[in-house]
């Protein structure tokens, strides 16, 4: 008799404990969601780049997800806010590894690529990237763990420096560049690549960059009376130099770094930036061929503007459930194997394919501004 | 050098000098008036940007404006003065200038904080029109600079010698304390002083805006060219401010024919060197015995 209720206690109990694991077990680790972490810039300066970043990953993972997922596993995006700073970066990318992402798309500048960089290389879990700087890539940076989704920047000014050199052949070019690192590099590509077809500037002129004055340069290079003129400017500079080399009467062809391919741009030059020819990653946001998609952006974000900053995001979302379709069980680990063997995926942006250090897309156009749109030059290729 | 060229340098190195004298005379103001040297100078000129930016995407049309920017700057010198530079009036140089630099930081801040980091387009009242005069090309924008530039320090230099209110703001600036023994409200003159150097910094921002974009870095090179014209012009006069801006844009467009472009950012400072080592006071010694 005494027994008996701590038999009946005992027999609930193991009913309890059975089902209460069952409940955390069994149909929990069927239906568990894949995670893909991103790490961008939600609030803070970077905001406007940021939240395009979110909003492509975001698409991809509803698409996916409304198709029935992966094996019919739901896919969840983890977004945490970097506010602009590197250093947030790392708290975040700290915070989302600990849920036990299978990769993570991580912020579009260098400098926070840069400060995630050694987190990467622990946590040993894939990292997307869109940032455009050499190192980014570099081994002793990434460790194998880091594959970049946009064209680097030294191959996009090769390209553009290879079209003003075998297309528009200038007899008499010039060049005005940021005094810095970014205007001195864009410049030495320039440079080398048309003295290997034999054409030499006429003249080289340089400013500081935030200098809001650039007449003194423009009055120089009009003197020269070059034939064309290649400016290495950041977007806000570049819509200063714009309006007053037109205005000061220097009417030649002007060709611009990846900064003239900006909307920025045209909005701080006008009407000016007309005719002025630039490179870009790619037309995702603008072009017919990518209308649909860009339609499915706008109708969850109305107001952003949509570019291959949000197509870059949603084909590196893309790409990892595109390999987890083919094999469900893939670890980060193994994923990493599979994503640096990657050949000949489509995405919105364009084709990718990954080299030996993780770069995945090489595609550059040659566009020229023409009534406010950017048209691909013909006989530019990609 | 053709003549057509060197005209247009000409034309193009008093239009620069013209923006630098224009920003000098907000310096220049508070330095006659309260002997006082504010480095917010530079953000005043942001602000007349944004504020004439917004005015005009609400709506209104730029000679309506214009005014409604320079009261509201006046406002800002007023909140400016009261919050900013009257606590720490009496204090030596040293306050004033961490004071007014700590001042330029908030209104940096703030600005930021009202209309981002973005930097705007801006093209009222000319929309980037230019026309040629003998082959020198002309910005009507640089002829309305150049005026009003002219207008404000002739106007400037009139109030200051010529009006009973100039007259107290100068005799506030020789000692404070005689001035308030002998009836003068010299909060109040405090405040017209800053409303006065505020407005002229928004003054300078409208006009500039077209050629530099709405941009909330601007401040900074701003006050740097300003306060390089104020030394050269000596230190608190008007007409002064205007000519030491004048040498100053005028020496950086020739410079570039001659020298390096990369060198451009430096002519002003080797000016400034040039002066300090051989006439320290200036072309118009003003504080000294107030003869500007």
């Known amino acids: 008799?005494?027994?008996?209720?701590?038999?009946?206690?005992?027999?609930?109990?193991?009913?309890?404990?059975?089902?209460?694991?069952?409940?955390?077990?069994?149909?929990?680790?069927?239906?568990?969601?894949?995670?893909?972490?991103?790490?961008?810039?939600?609030?803070?300066?970077?905001?406007?780049?940021?939240?395009?970043?979110?909003?492509?990953?975001?698409?991809?993972?509803?698409?996916?997800?409304?198709?029935?997922?992966?094996?019919?596993?739901?896919?969840?995006?983890?977004?945490?806010?970097?506010?602009?700073?590197?250093?947030?970066?790392?708290?975040?990318?700290?915070?989302?590894?600990?849920?036990?992402?299978?990769?993570?798309?991580?912020?579009?500048?260098?400098?926070?690529?840069?400060?995630?960089?050694?987190?990467?290389?622990?946590?040993?879990?894939?990292?997307?990237?869109?940032?455009?700087?050499?190192?980014?890539?570099?081994?002793?940076?990434?460790?194998?763990?880091?594959?970049?989704?946009?064209?680097?920047?030294?191959?996009?000014?090769?390209?553009?420096?290879?079209?003003?050199?075998?297309?528009?052949?200038?007899?008499?070019?010039?060049?005005?560049?940021?005094?810095?690192?970014?205007?001195?590099?864009?410049?030495?590509?320039?440079?080398?690549?048309?003295?290997?077809?034999?054409?030499?500037?006429?003249?080289?002129?340089?400013?500081?960059?935030?200098?809001?004055?650039?007449?003194?340069?423009?009055?120089?290079?009009?003197?020269?009376?070059?034939?064309?003129?290649?400016?290495?400017?950041?977007?806000?500079?570049?819509?200063?130099?714009?309006?007053?080399?037109?205005?000061?009467?220097l009417s030649v062809p002007l060709v611009g770094s990846p900064g003239f391919a900006t909307p920025e741009f045209l909005g701080l030059a006008g009407s000016s930036a007309e005719g002025a020819t630039t490179v870009i990653v790619s037309l995702a946001g603008q072009s017919e061929a990518t209308a649909d998609w860009t339609q499915k952006i706008r109708a969850a974000n109305p107001d952003m503007p949509v570019s291959f900053t949000a197509s870059t995001a949603y084909d590196a979302a893309n790409l990892v459930f595109d390999i987890l379709a083919r094999q469900p069980d893939a670890t980060p680990a193994k994923l990493r194997d599979l994503l640096a063997a990657a050949h000949g995926f489509q995405g919105i942006s364009g084709p990718y394919d990954f080299d030996a250090t993780g770069n995945g897309f090489h595609q550059a156009l040659v566009v020229t501004w023409t009534g406010g749109k950017l048209v691909p030059e013909a006989g530019a290729g990609q | 050098m053709t003549v057509s060229l060197f005209l247009q340098l000409v034309v193009q190195g008093c239009a620069i000098g013209a923006i630098y004298g224009l920003a000098a005379l907000g310096f220049v103001l508070l330095v006659k008036a309260l002997d006082v040297i504010n480095f917010a100078q530079g953000e005043f000129v942001v602000l007349g940007g944004f504020i004439v930016w917004t005015l005009v995407g609400a709506g209104l049309p730029f000679w309506l404006a214009l005014p409604g920017a320079l009261l509201i700057g006046a406002l800002v010198g007023v909140v400016f003065e009261r919050v900013v530079y009257r606590p720490i009036r009496d204090r030596d140089f040293a306050t004033h200038l961490i004071g007014t630099l700590a001042g330029a930081l908030i209104l940096r801040n703030l600005a930021q904080h009202i209309w981002g980091p973005e930097t705007h387009a801006f093209t009222a009242p000319f929309d980037r029109w230019v026309f040629d005069w003998h082959s020198v090309v002309i910005n009507p924008q640089y002829l309305l600079i150049l005026g009003a530039t002219v207008l404000l320090v002739a106007g400037y230099y009139v109030f200051f010698f010529h009006s009973p209110t100039g007259k107290v703001l100068r005799a506030v600036a020789d000692s404070r304390s005689t001035a308030r023994l002998l009836g003068v409200h010299t909060n109040r003159i405090g405040a017209l002083a800053f409303a006065l150097a505020s407005s002229t910094g928004v003054l300078a921002g409208v006009l500039v805006a077209p050629l530099f974009l709405v941009d909330p870095n601007v401040g900074f090179t701003a006050a740097l060219k300003a306060f390089v014209a104020t030394i050269i012009g000596g230190w608190g006069s008007f007409p002064g401010a205007l000519l030491g801006g004048l040498i100053v844009g005028l020496a950086e467009v020739f410079s570039v024919q001659f020298f390096p472009s990369g060198y451009k950012d430096a002519t002003a400072f080797v000016i400034l060197i040039v002066f300090l080592l051989l006439r320290p006071q200036g072309l118009f010694p003003g504080r000294a015995g107030e003869r500007a």
């Open chain 1, 1 to 249: 008799m005494s027994a008996y209720p701590v038999r009946r206690r005992a027999i609930l109990a193991a009913a309890l404990g059975s089902s209460l694991l069952a409940a955390l077990a069994g149909p929990a680790a069927a239906e568990e969601a894949i995670r893909l972490g991103l790490v961008t810039s939600m609030t803070g300066g970077f905001a406007a780049t940021g939240r395009q970043v979110a909003a492509g990953a975001q698409l991809a993972a509803d698409e996916i997800n409304a198709a029935g997922g992966i094996g019919g596993r739901q896919v969840k995006l983890i977004v945490e806010d970097d506010r602009s700073e590197p250093g947030a970066a790392v708290n975040a990318y700290n915070k989302i590894i600990s849920s036990g992402p299978v990769a993570v798309i991580g912020p579009t500048f260098t400098p926070f690529v840069l400060a995630l960089a050694p987190a990467v290389r622990r946590a040993e879990v894939p990292l997307f990237t869109a940032a455009i700087g050499t190192k980014v890539t570099a081994a002793e940076v990434s460790g194998g763990w880091v594959f970049r989704i946009s064209t680097s920047d030294a191959e996009a000014t090769a390209k553009l420096a290879d079209y003003v050199a075998t297309v528009l052949k200038p007899q008499r070019p010039a060049i005005l560049f940021a005094n810095n690192d970014y205007g001195k590099s864009g410049a030495g590509v320039m440079r080398a690549t048309l003295a290997a077809h034999g054409i030499a500037f006429a003249a080289e002129e340089q400013f500081t960059q935030g200098d809001k004055d650039m007449s003194a340069q423009l009055l120089k290079l009009r003197e020269i009376k070059p034939d064309l003129v290649v400016i290495w400017a950041i977007p806000t500079d570049a819509g200063v130099i714009v309006p007053q080399a037109r205005q000061i009467g």
